[in-house]
């Protein structure tokens, strides 16, 4: 897959992860994390994805065990909300 389609498809799963934690996700742990970027394989079968939170060192370390717990639920919105082929794994 191409470089373009490679970075579309970072841009969208970026904007729609901000949105969902944002608006839906209800996790304590997630009230205070912002996505600062999204890179996804050339393959689209994986995204990593790059955030910061507040409280320091124990305030990000909890909020990556929210997002990692969240994952599944959060891949499952994504695949709802976006057209692609194979929505990429978190």
Do not use: C, N
Request: aromatic share 4%; net charge positive; hydrophobic share 40%.
């Amino acid at each position: 897959m191409g470089k373009k389609y490679q970075r579309k498809v970072s841009e969208l799963v970026h904007i729609r992860l901000s949105d969902l934690l944002e608006r839906k996700v209800k996790d304590p742990r997630l009230d205070m994390v912002t996505i600062t970027d999204v890179v996804v394989t050339p393959d689209a079968s994986r995204a990593d994805v790059y955030f910061t939170a507040m409280g320091g060192e124990e305030g990000l370390e909890q909020a990556q065990e929210g997002l990692k717990s969240a994952a599944g639920w959060l891949r499952r919105e994504l695949g709802q909300q976006l057209r692609l082929r194979q929505v990429p794994e978190l």
